[in-house]
């Protein structure tokens, strides 16, 4: 049986429309005025906006304590879950108060290592991987039992997604493991920053070729550049990201002070291109310290206005 959850997210997809996210990092402070201000910056332009969870391993606000500040704004947030820093209770706890306050959409991720962030030496957990995480919250929520076999009184009602990076190696194993995801519960999926959009359209071919398109909403990541000192980073330091040496020349070939301007049209392009491509049905724009410009890329990719979901 079907379960239909409250989550705006979900409607939008099997609405039959192009879904667009977004993601703000919360402040490394108690003070969360920053992020609600991110959130009211992109809410009329996009359906949902992702809370991410300590990312790179550097201690913030938590992604739960954001959320719980974006809903009461009357935003859509979308809970990261990360099982680096939590073990098998915690997640469950976290997974019942996020339901509790009407969180009803999660991302689950791995979490980047400790030895990435401001606390090398932190221990990680790991209790349980990113595809148990998944099982965890479809059995909760479907099922209606905690791990440990007790019934759950009210059952989280949370629409569940997962990452996937078409661009890691080894490239073969990249449907199969996405594969996985699926079986495990993944309901949704937000992809890697796409840069290289032939690579991504192969892996996309692979994916339809196994219908897993249609047991899955795939949203592409688009990340703008904003210069070409950030591609060549990306490029050189972030490990699965596949920047082409095409674009960094772009890129190269206008002024220092235009390549902003020149890295939000890359993204607005790539985002048409996208939209022409089977499976494709929705963009996770992950404008990094940058949530002004996300409006600008809704608009001129042709995504405004948003549907409007009761």
Same mark, same amino acid.
């Given at each position: 049986?079907?379960?239909?959850?409250?989550?705006?997210?979900?409607?939008?997809?099997?609405?039959?429309?192009?879904?667009?996210?977004?993601?703000?990092?919360?402040?490394?402070?108690?003070?969360?005025?920053?992020?609600?201000?991110?959130?009211?910056?992109?809410?009329?332009?996009?359906?949902?906006?992702?809370?991410?969870?300590?990312?790179?391993?550097?201690?913030?606000?938590?992604?739960?304590?954001?959320?719980?500040?974006?809903?009461?704004?009357?935003?859509?947030?979308?809970?990261?879950?990360?099982?680096?820093?939590?073990?098998?209770?915690?997640?469950?706890?976290?997974?019942?108060?996020?339901?509790?306050?009407?969180?009803?959409?999660?991302?689950?991720?791995?979490?980047?290592? #400790?030895?990435?962030?401001?606390?090398?030496?932190?221990?990680?957990?790991?209790?349980?991987?990113?595809?148990?995480?998944?099982?965890?919250?479809?059995?909760?929520?479907?099922?209606?039992?905690?791990?440990?076999?007790?019934?759950?009184?009210? =059952?989280?009602?949370?629409?569940?997604?997962?990452?996937?990076? =078409?661009?890691?190696? =080894?490239?073969?194993?990249?449907?199969?493991?996405?594969?996985?995801?699926?079986?495990?519960?993944?309901?949704?999926?937000?992809? #890697?920053?796409?840069?290289?959009?032939?690579?991504?359209?192969?892996?996309?071919?692979?994916?339809?070729?196994?219908?897993?398109?249609?047991?899955?909403?795939?949203?592409?990541?688009?990340?703008?550049?904003?210069?070409?000192?950030?591609?060549?980073?990306?490029?050189?330091?972030?490990?699965?990201?596949?920047?082409?040496?095409?674009?960094?020349?772009?890129?190269?070939?206008?002024?220092?002070?235009?390549?902003?301007?020149?890295?939000?049209?890359?993204?607005?392009?790539?985002?048409?291109?996208?939209?022409?491509?089977?499976?494709?049905?929705?963009?996770?724009?992950?404008?990094?310290?940058?949530?002004?410009?996300?409006?600008?890329?809704?608009?001129?990719?042709?995504?405004?206005?948003? =549907?409007?979901?009761?």
């Amino acid at each position: 049986m079907e379960i239909k959850t409250n989550s705006k997210l979900e409607k939008v997809l099997k609405g039959g429309h192009i879904a667009v996210s977004s993601e703000c990092g919360p402040p490394r402070s108690s003070d969360a005025s920053g992020i609600i201000k991110k959130g009211h910056l992109i809410k009329n332009h996009v359906d949902c906006i992702n809370i991410t969870d300590n990312q790179t391993s550097v201690t913030r606000l938590c992604s739960l304590a954001a959320c719980i500040h974006l809903k009461n704004e009357g935003l859509e947030p979308v809970l990261q879950m990360v099982v680096r820093d939590r073990n098998r209770i915690a997640l469950q706890s976290d997974i019942l108060g996020a339901a509790s306050f009407g969180i009803n959409s999660m991302l689950c991720l791995s979490g980047d290592h #400790q030895s990435f962030g401001d606390h090398p030496k932190a221990q990680n957990v790991f209790d349980l991987d990113s595809m148990q995480l998944l099982q965890t919250v479809r059995y909760m929520r479907d099922e209606g039992k905690f791990l440990g076999g007790d019934t759950i009184k009210e =059952p989280p009602n949370i629409f569940v997604g997962a990452a996937a990076n =078409p661009f890691a190696d =080894p490239f073969k194993i990249r449907v199969p493991r996405l594969a996985k995801k699926i079986a495990a519960g993944a309901e949704f999926i937000q992809t #890697q920053c796409v840069y290289n959009l032939d690579k991504f359209e192969l892996w996309m071919k692979g994916v339809v070729e196994r219908g897993l398109h249609e047991k899955v909403f795939i949203m592409a990541g688009i990340t703008p550049m904003r210069s070409v000192g950030m591609a060549k980073y990306m490029a050189r330091a972030v490990p699965g990201m596949d920047v082409p040496e095409e674009l960094i020349k772009r890129l190269s070939g206008v002024a220092k002070d235009k390549q902003a301007e020149e890295g939000l049209t890359i993204a607005v392009e790539a985002i048409e291109r996208l939209k022409e491509c089977t499976g494709v049905r929705g963009f996770h724009i992950m404008a990094i310290e940058w949530e002004e410009k996300v409006p600008e890329i809704v608009e001129r990719s042709g995504l405004y206005p948003r =549907p409007k979901i009761d």
